[in-house]
């Protein structure tokens, strides 16, 4: 099993800051593509903003682009009706990563959620990100919102782009497989389980395509971060541990929902007690009861041992990002779906890049340290400490349901 990505140079790496940039970036990169894309994300939202990127995939399947785009259950549980009809006359093949049955998430197995956000277009330009197809100043909860969403995702050449395309193809195929059985269409399900295990013969090194000038200024050295349920269960909790225990300055992690293990809170720990300023900008917001209060009753350990934690309040955070070192000789940094929760580092499908680049690093550190200094307040231990019985008892209450939830998965965090 392969804990760790080979970073590879050969390179062009570009970060995406919010919705609004992320979709126009798309809307080029789907108006300019010639033979395929393929899309993952978790919710596809067809309010404002969001409908620009409909629109885009709807053109590239007119004229003749081959566009498969998978959703996950949860996150989209239903394609509206008129944007099924145009998906369908376009030519736009749409498939839902596990449909909620009757029951809906009362059994433990429909908690495994397809939560990556990628993006592949001719086998050569690729997305990556926590960014759901989601208008940044909407929320299908809380309606209008005062201030877009707090979120980041990478646009990328090089050889990062050919095992993203593998990864989300042969889900593709396992999943037309397991539709061809239910449906009884065994010799074609036979044919698509095959075809998941086969490499792809279209796909090529795009770092080929990268001028000598974009080589020689604008080559970053990175690797694809999976976590899934069969061989990448763990690679990126491993990634973040070995980062963290190697960083020697300075560490800051941005985390939409943060409820960190046993190994993720004693590895921040040691590092804020060897003198590693560690900084973790989180969800000031009350969005949803359960990542809300559960992440809550962690704060003391690591308030403690001098780990600085501050709540994002401008707007809901669902960044899910970190970067470590940036201004010395080996930076890291890593732009992706995956919270620092049980839900996406045991269950759910989940995908980030990792950088390890001097300048793409910084600029990320810049990024969130201004949040950090403009846009979050600070957690204070004695404040904490003194937060009413009422608080601590929902934040009890949801760690303890999390908890209940992991043993009836039969995980162990």
Same mark, same amino acid.
């Given at each position: ?30 108006? @300019? $593509? ?34 498969? *785009?998978?959703?996950?259950? *949860? ?36 908690? %495994? ?39 980041? $995702? !990478?646009?990328?050449?090089? +050889? ?17 497989? !397991?539709?061809? *059985? ?15 295990? =086969? ?6 090194? +795009? ?22 349920? *069969? =061989? ?7 990634? &973040? ?15 939409? &929902? ?6 993720? %809170? ?13 900084? =973790?900008?989180?969800?000031? %917001?009350?969005?949803?009861?359960? @990542? &809300?209060?559960?992440?809550?009753? !962690? ?33 890291? $940094? ?10 996406? =580092? ?6 980030? !890049? ?6 793409? +690093?910084?600029?990320?550190? @810049? ?30 209450? $949801? ?15």
């Amino acid at each position: 099993m392969r804990h760790s990505p080979l970073l590879r140079d050969g390179h062009q790496i570009q970060l995406i800051e919010g919705g609004q940039a992320y979709f126009e970036a798309l809307v080029v990169a789907l108006d @300019q $593509a010639h033979s395929q894309v393929h899309m993952e994300t978790y919710i596809f939202n067809f309010h404002g903003a969001a409908s620009m990127v409909a629109e885009a995939l709807e053109r590239a399947a007119l004229r003749g682009v081959r566009v498969w *785009v998978v959703v996950d259950g *949860v996150g989209t549980p239903s394609l509206p009706a008129p944007w099924r009809q145009r998906f369908e006359k376009a030519g736009v093949v749409w498939l839902t990563y596990s449909p909620l049955s009757k029951l809906g998430l009362l059994i433990p197995s429909r908690w %495994r959620r397809l939560h990556r956000k990628l993006c592949v277009v001719d086998g050569q330009l690729a997305f990556c990100g926590g960014i759901n197809i989601l208008d940044d100043w909407y929320d299908p909860q809380y309606g209008t919102l005062a201030h877009p969403r707090f979120d980041f $995702a !990478v646009r990328a050449r090089g +050889a990062l782009v050919q095992p993203m395309l593998e990864t989300m193809t042969q889900l593709w195929w396992r999943m037309q497989g !397991v539709r061809h *059985v239910r449906q009884q269409e065994f010799p074609e399900a036979f044919s698509s389980f095959r075809a998941a295990g =086969l490499h792809l013969p279209w796909t090529h090194d +795009a770092a080929a395509d990268l001028s000598t000038h974009d080589r020689a200024h604008n080559v970053s050295k990175a690797g694809l971060l999976l976590r899934d349920n *069969v =061989l990448y269960r763990s690679q990126i909790e491993r990634a &973040y541990l070995k980062a963290i225990g190697t960083a020697r300055h300075d560490i800051i992690i941005a985390n939409a &929902y943060f409820l960190p293990g046993r190994r993720l %809170r004693k590895a921040l720990i040691h590092a804020a007690q060897r003198g590693v300023r560690v900084r =973790l900008l989180l969800q000031g %917001r009350y969005e949803y009861f359960m @990542q &809300y209060h559960a992440a809550r009753p !962690v704060y003391g350990e690591l308030l403690a041992a001098g780990v600085e934690i501050h709540e994002y309040h401008a707007s809901f955070l669902h960044a899910k990002v970190a970067v470590m070192d940036a201004d010395n000789e080996h930076p890291w $940094a890593t732009v992706g779906s995956s919270n620092l929760d049980p839900l996406s =580092l045991l269950l759910a499908r989940e995908a980030n !890049v990792v950088v390890a680049d001097k300048g793409f +690093a910084q600029k990320l550190h @810049q990024r969130l340290t201004h949040a950090i200094d403009t846009q979050s307040t600070p957690v204070l231990s004695e404040v904490y400490s003194q937060r009413p019985w009422h608080q601590r008892g929902r934040d009890r209450i $949801a760690f303890g349901l999390m908890r209940l939830a992991l043993f009836l998965t039969g995980n162990r965090y």
